[in-house]
């Protein structure tokens, strides 16, 4: 029998077009295809989905205002949260351009 790990290119590339809640989901359907979503296929994954420039942006931000978390994974879920906050609120989600406003206002009161 083949190992999963034969076909991790193609897992990875096929749930990289998943919705992110259900890669998430998918990740937990045992213990072999969680450990093949890695801190690199979720650090490829954000940027895709923002952009390097989202995330070198996000990482010149203090650190106490930013709290960043141990990785993109994290990064990741913290944002969806925040944008399902706002879709229940049925406020339009963030743009890239909302989060850079609004870290540049929040610089301000440092």
């Known amino acids: 029998m083949l190992s ?65 978390l141990n990785n993109y994974k994290l990064e990741l879920i913290r944002i969806e949260k925040f944008q399902k906050g706002l879709d229940s609120l049925n406020i339009n989600r963030w743009t890239k351009k909302d989060f850079y406003n609004y870290w540049k206002y929040d610089n301000i009161y440092l």
């Open 4 to 68: 999963i790990y034969n076909n991790l290119d193609i897992i990875q590339l096929l749930s990289s077009n998943l919705e992110f809640d259900d890669l998430l989901n998918f990740s937990i359907v045992n213990k072999s295809i969680y450990q093949i979503f890695d801190n690199l296929f979720y650090k490829n994954l954000a940027y895709k989905m923002y952009g390097i420039n989202f995330w070198l942006k996000a990482r010149h931000r203090p650190i106490k205002k930013s709290n960043p």
